[in-house]
């Protein structure tokens, strides 16, 4: 039986004059990638004439779940979408949707979301500036990255018994309160960490080779920026001075003393740059929010919502009930829709959650940062080479599971 | 929000600049400013909405603050019309499209569909809903993407997964799904499950 292959006309092998241009696939199984990203690029000799993403590869139609599910069992889903920042995908949900039920998040719970969340950024950037450097070929980076992020993914074990998954955040507040001696383990990374970026200052700012590699690389002006909806240190990376955190605070995030890096040459390196202040700044908030921990309540007062305390239960038949309700039945939300934008580690990261009265969503749509930026890579890498392809998806800082959903 | 002069100054900016925009429409007489409607507690945006409403009364259609959000609901015709208009007017400055969204209100209702627009001004940092309600046998809605570049990709979104057909986008595929894909995920009579296990054709 003759197999029947459909070769798509673009890659039909013709003969051609040397002088003409030649479309070539680059992944879905590129290691630079960072997952299963296609690039169709048409080459000019090694200048890139175009290049057109390719998505969809990891598509598990996740905002089509969200309607079959309850709010809270929403959670576990955001994890799984940018899965290097899952506690900035949980914020914004369960913030999305305490804005559709008006409850009040207690001080305690605002600052350790603040905490960890800054805590998931340096995490996040780490893996970043890591598969970046990877990418550009400076191997031992990663190493020194990937010992830092272990210390924080320690961190957010012990406060939610998840690594990589931990659906700390829920509505009404957090899981849980956090563990007796996290403050002191928080102080000892904190301790390390602003030597360990030094060293990746000494391995990769000061580096001859990265610098040719990145600069003048990718180049984005302020105004392509804004058309193109980059966020994040992408568009921080062209001058444009925004930052959710600054331009629409939430919990509380105005109230604490930080900078945010801008850079204004609008190239791979000046997104470099950002990113490697970021950390810093990060950092300073980490301490601030460690400073502000009082004991208080973690969870909203909110029975028909917030799950009781396991001790209540125990005592009082009305926490039993709420309990049994939550878990059977879910709780109902009242109609309307919102939209909730935060400061994710790649940019901004926007929650649609519309209501129609009942316990599950009538409809969830994550505007994810990573999607965003990286429709905007075929306007970066014209005439660019194709070297220069690997390092500038490394500076937009992808995921594929949020772009995919 | 700062009242006085600089905002009569302003609302004067915003008048023509719709009226370059808005399709040949000339404008007779300048709006009041947005100060001198005499409400306090309405937001900057739903302010700039009454002004662009009373300047062109088939651009708006109604307006809802719900939950510290402005929406607007726009009539389909117009809505690049108002968009331009926003993203240049001086003092809206809706210059960044954060988001483009479709949303299914389910098979029995009329009109079944709604596409949401997020605007957002990088400068003024105000927010804005527009929403553009579909009936299920005329699924079309001009394009954005002559506004806003990055709607390019939301827009093909939309399409992959509601059916919503944007036109005039310069490259309307699916970009999700696979090419050859029967139906529109998202909506509300797709089951979560899928009729058949997929397979290529």
């Not at chain 1, 008006?102 to 950024?121: F, G, K, N, S, W």
């Not at chain 1, 990265?210 to 105004?223: H, L, M, P, Y």
Request: net charge negative; glycine share 8%.
């Amino acid at each position: 039986m003759s197999s029947t292959i459909n070769i798509p006309p673009q890659f039909e092998i013709v003969d051609r004059p040397l002088d003409t241009q030649m479309t070539i696939s680059m992944g879905p199984q590129h290691p630079s990638t960072h997952g299963v990203l296609r690039l169709e690029l048409v080459l000019d000799g090694e200048m890139v004439v175009k290049a057109t993403p390719d998505i969809g590869y990891l598509h598990t139609g996740m905002e089509k779940l969200f309607e079959y599910k309850k709010y809270q069992q929403g959670i576990v889903i955001t994890d799984r979408m940018d899965y290097l920042n899952p506690l900035g995908n949980n914020l914004a949900y369960v913030m999305a949707v305490e804005k559709l039920l008006d409850l009040e998040i207690p001080e305690r719970a605002q600052t350790i979301r603040v905490l960890m969340c800054e805590l998931q950024r340096i995490a996040s950037h780490l893996v970043w500036l890591g598969t970046h450097a990877l990418d550009i070929g400076a191997m031992s980076v990663f190493f020194y990255c990937f010992r830092e992020r272990e210390k924080i993914l320690n961190l957010i074990e012990a406060a939610s018994g998840g690594r990589l998954t931990p659906s700390y955040f829920r509505i009404g507040g957090l899981m849980m309160d956090l563990p007796s001696g996290f403050e002191r383990r928080v102080k000892q990374f904190q301790d390390g960490f602003l030597n360990a970026v030094e060293e990746f200052h000494t391995l990769l700012t000061g580096n001859r080779i990265f610098q040719k590699r990145t600069q003048d690389v990718g180049r984005i002006s302020a105004e392509d920026a804004i058309d193109w909806g980059l966020s994040g240190p992408c568009l921080r990376g062209s001058g444009v001075d925004l930052d959710i955190r600054r331009a629409n605070p939430y919990t509380g995030y105005e109230t604490y003393d930080f900078e945010v890096p801008i850079e204004h040459d609008g190239d791979v390196w000046a997104r470099y740059l950002v990113r490697m202040r970021e950390m810093k700044e990060s950092h300073k908030i980490v301490a601030q929010a460690l400073g502000r921990l009082k004991p208080g309540p973690v969870k909203a007062d909110a029975p028909k919502v917030v799950l009781p305390d396991r001790e209540a239960m125990k005592k009082h038949m009305d926490a039993l009930i709420h309990h049994f309700l939550i878990v059977a039945e879910g709780f109902d939300v009242p109609a309307g829709e919102v939209y909730h934008p935060i400061e994710a580690s790649k940019g901004e990261l926007g929650v649609y959650v519309k209501s129609d009265g009942g316990p599950k969503p009538a409809r969830v749509h994550f505007r994810g940062p990573s999607f965003v930026n990286l429709s905007a890579l075929p306007h970066m890498s014209e005439g660019a080479m194709v070297a220069d392809i690997v390092a500038i998806i490394g500076s937009l800082d992808i995921v594929l599971g949020e772009i995919d959903r | 929000m700062t009242t006085g002069a600089g905002d009569q100054g302003n609302s004067q900016g915003i008048s023509e600049k719709i009226s370059k925009e808005g399709s040949g429409k000339t404008l007779e007489n300048t709006l009041p400013g947005p100060a001198a409607t005499g409400s306090t507690q309405l937001s900057t945006p739903s302010l700039l909405l009454t002004a662009l409403q009373r300047q062109h009364p088939d651009w708006v259609t109604g307006i809802i603050e719900a939950f510290g959000e402005t929406t607007a609901i726009v009539p389909k015709l117009h809505i690049v019309d108002v968009c331009s208009a926003l993203k240049t007017a001086p003092d809206a400055k809706f210059d960044f499209l954060a988001d483009l969204c479709g949303a299914d209100r389910g098979v029995e209702e009329e009109p079944r569909f709604e596409v949401n627009y997020h605007l957002f001004s990088t400068t003024k940092h105000h927010r804005l809903r527009l929403k553009v309600v579909l009936d299920e046998n005329s699924v079309h809605v001009p394009t954005v993407t002559g506004v806003w570049r990055t709607a390019n990709w939301h827009e093909r979104e939309t399409f992959d997964l509601f059916g919503i057909v944007f036109d005039g986008h310069p490259d309307l595929r699916r970009i999700l799904l696979p090419e050859d894909w029967q139906g529109h995920a998202l909506r509300k009579d797709f089951p979560l499950r899928g009729y058949e296990p997929y397979s290529l054709k």
